[in-house]
Nanobody, 120 residues
């Protein structure tokens, strides 16, 4: 049974920091782990991603402020968010692109989402 368990969201003041975590389990292999976010009335957007070879990619809006990292041994991905702004307020979703079984297709799997609110 595949599972993505997110944690770390909450309320923070502008300029503050938060760290999101997502632990993945039940997968045969993982190709990419990523964080997306969706603000009210807006489409879901990619925030950052990291491949199995540790290649990273960031949305322009978070470059220099957010850092994605992973613990391959624990199949856990982290998003360190610094210098948070009110426009970072959104529900953040963990995404894994992975094979559930050795010969299954690579599919996208999503966490339940965690709310991040940046407000004074």
């Amino acid at each position: 049974q595949v599972q993505l368990v997110e944690s770390g969201g909450g309320l923070v003041q502008p300029g503050g920091s938060l760290r999101l975590s997502c632990a993945a389990s039940g997968f045969f292999s993982i190709a990419v782990m990523a964080w997306y976010r969706q603000a009210p009335g807006k489409q879901r957007e990619l925030v950052a991603s990291i491949t199995s070879s540790s290649s990273t990619n960031y949305a322009d809006s978070v470059k220099g402020r957010f850092t994605i990292s992973e613990d391959n041994a624990e199949n856990t991905v982290y998003l360190q968010m610094n210098t948070l702004k009110p426009e970072d307020t959104a529900v953040y979703y963990c995404n894994v692109r992975a094979r559930r079984l050795r010969y299954s297709a690579i599919l996208d799997y999503w966490g339940q989402g965690t709310q991040v609110t940046v407000s004074s």
